[in-house]
């Protein structure tokens, strides 16, 4: 592709660089590219491309886009080299998301059961569907690995050129609030941009709550219609903010989607879906009241999409729930092993409360926190934990670069005056065996914080193997 053509629809300036062929795009100085690259200088936490831009031309760069003068002849100035980046991007591409029905959702919990039960049901509908998200990409039935949830600018657009190829008509994505606070969904226009909830996560990277907030809001700048989850307060601000057409959901009866007459079990929940016309009986197998919300949002997603909520409401009824979000891994024992991704302090409540609201034994909670994140949110894990659950067992998540032992410290304290039983085992293979040596009958015990992940980062960034299925699994051997 020759450069003008790259830039054509960008409205800048090239600065009277010749229009010269490119051969490739890249904004970071470690990839291997061909000669004729176009290499974007990018100002990170703890690296500043610009200053790598030199070198990059000795290594074949035809083309230097920048936010600065670098004294180069083949450099194009612009603005803001983060947000030309995914421009660029699309526009290598060939602009796939113009090819795609987009759908995205934002919000701290709820993105994955969403996004799986919605490309799930679209597939059901004979619409081939693209999914991108926390567990895994996916492109019709092709499942593709994934490194984060809203995938970097070159990669998102590869992606969705994937996807436009193979025919997918929707694209349905997690768009996380640090993806839209570096702005790598560029183009992208969704078709409707769905919010869920919003608690505290991620404060290492947004600082505070009002920032969180304000970059999930970025997501009702570039969409047609909103949902908005009305039980969540931040919801009901973003109603009063957003200036695009907004449907809303409720638990409640104030809403434009809502449900009554709620049964909450351990196995899942039931409810009557109401939209002021028509009513519909919804059994969701994934428990917890927070996925009656989850589920409307599907349904309401589907009603703006044009599908009947009745023939949306038969796919889910059947649905066996989303890998590592209150999946029960089998044991053939008399107690009960449950694996969610549970990483916050709100979702941590809603997963244990929903479970014990309908177990006969004792729920008791294996968790830890991650290392290198939110460190703020460590003793409240253990409140939540400590309020909803019988018994608790204190471990290790991905430490990273923390010492693990340490992590541990910070979230004993939230444990102070607190009466619920807790055992310590830093070791978090260790601490699954003990869990099932010493299970005892109708018990229930969740895994949180790992779901769908099969590794653990360790010390110096060393990733792992670990799969808490494969755990267990071990676990119950040694007990025959």
Known sequence: MKLYELVKELNISTNGVEDVEISGITSDNRSVMQKGFAFVCIKGNTFDGHSAAADMVEKGAAVVFCERDLGLDCQIIVLDTRELYPYLCA??????????????????????????????????????????????????????????????????????????????????????????EQKRTGPCHFKVGMFTNLTQDHLDVHGTMENYYQAKKRLFSICDTAIINMDDPYGKRYLDEIEIEAKTVSDADAADFYAEDITLGANGVKYVFCDGNEKHNVTFAMPGLFNVSNSLMVIACCEVLGFEPKAVIAQLNAMKGVRGRAEVIPTGRDFTVICDYAHTPDALENVLSAIKNGSKGKVKCLFGCGGNRDAKKRPLMAIAAADNADFLIVTSDNPRNEDPDAIIDDILVGLEGKQTPFVRITDRREAIFWAIRNAEKDDVIVLAGKGHEDYQILKGGVKIHFDEREVVAEALEQLK
């Open 91 to 180: 526009a290598w591409f060939g602009n796939p998301e113009r090819r795609l029905k987009m759908i995205g959702v934002t919000g701290t919990n709820g993105k994955t059961t969403i996004t799986t039960a919605l490309k799930k049901t679209l597939t059901a509908f004979g619409k081939k569907s693209g999914l991108i998200g926390t567990c895994q990409n996916e492109i019709g039935d092709e499942i593709l690995p994934t490194a984060r949830t809203t995938p970097e600018p070159y990669d998102l657009f590869e992606l969705l050129r994937k996807m436009a190829d193979a025919g997918c008509e929707y694209a349905v994505m997690e768009v996380s609030s640090q993806g839209l």
